[in-house]
T-cell receptor
Framework: GAVVSQHPSRVICKSGTSVKIECRSL??????MFWYRQFPKQSLMLMAT?????????EQGVEKDKFLINHASLTLSTLTVTSAHPEDSSFYIC?????????????FGPGTRLTVT | GEDVEQSLFLSVREGDSSVINCTYT??????LYWYKQEPGAGLQLLTY???NMDMKQDQRLTVLLNKKDKHLSLRIADTQTGDSAIYFC????????????WGLGTSLAVNP
């Protein structure tokens, strides 16, 4: 149980376009979802925390107008990278936390590799 | 402050035991975790330990927690080539139980 999927797994887009990444909890209801960014050979950087039905909480230094997060249902959160630039190229990982499991356990998606050309 | 530190690299021979160490600064941590990340993949929760436990064993994995020294370790017995990956230590501080504080990860290389 506790499977989180991400779509797409890999995307290449042109500079200036927008890209949407989906994160789904497949077999549980995720009251909270987290979006991370990971640079090569580095740890995860938390970008934002989203709770179903409310606005996301962004970490310091993360532009909320550039990285739009929508958590419209208990099984789906989306991250839209608007007006993408090459420096936005990265590995984006989502995680989800439900209420049916250990209180603080997070389940991670497989990640989305974004390349902006 | 909240900080988690790990050594960046570890190299072992196949069949030996691996010990990956982690230190953290927040004494109010509730849960401490070990995650595994294989190349190009997402993170897999390997195991976790609650802060009132000293040890937890799960098949080849043994987690030791020294709360006084704020030291967490992960021992992998009979290390296999498939164990080659990056291992992340993470903690959840009690005052912010939604957020994971991450170490930089230890890259484990298993040599045949």
């Amino acid at each position: 149980g506790a499977v989180v999927s991400q779509h797409p797994s890999r995307v290449i887009c042109k500079s200036g376009t927008s890209v949407k990444i989906e994160c789904r909890s497949l077999d549980f209801q995720a009251t909270t979802m987290f979006w991370y960014r990971q640079f090569p050979k580095q740890s995860l950087m938390l970008m934002a925390t989203s709770n179903e039905g409310s606005k996301a909480t962004y970490e310091q230094g993360v532009e909320k107008d550039k990285f739009l997060i929508n958590h419209a249902s208990l099984t789906l959160s989306t991250l839209t990278v608007t007006s993408a630039h090459p420096e936005d190229s990265s590995f984006y990982i989502c995680s989800a936390r439900g209420t049916d499991y250990l209180g603080y356990e997070q389940y991670f998606g497989p990640g989305t590799r974004l390349t902006v050309t | 402050g909240e900080d988690v530190e790990q050594s960046l690299f570890l190299s072992v021979r196949e069949g030996d035991s691996s010990v990956i160490n982690c230190t953290y600064t927040d004494s109010s941590s509730t849960y401490l975790y070990w995650y595994k990340q294989e190349p190009g993949a997402g993170l897999q929760l390997l195991t976790y330990i609650f802060s009132n436990m000293d040890m937890k064993q799960d098949q080849r994995l043994t987690v030791l927690l020294n709360k006084k020294d704020k030291h967490l370790s992960l021992r992998i017995a009979d290390t296999q080539t498939g164990d080659s990956a990056i291992y992340f230590c993470a903690e959840t501080p009690i005052r912010n139980n939604r957020k994971l504080i991450w170490g930089l990860g230890t890259s484990l290389a298993v040599n045949p």
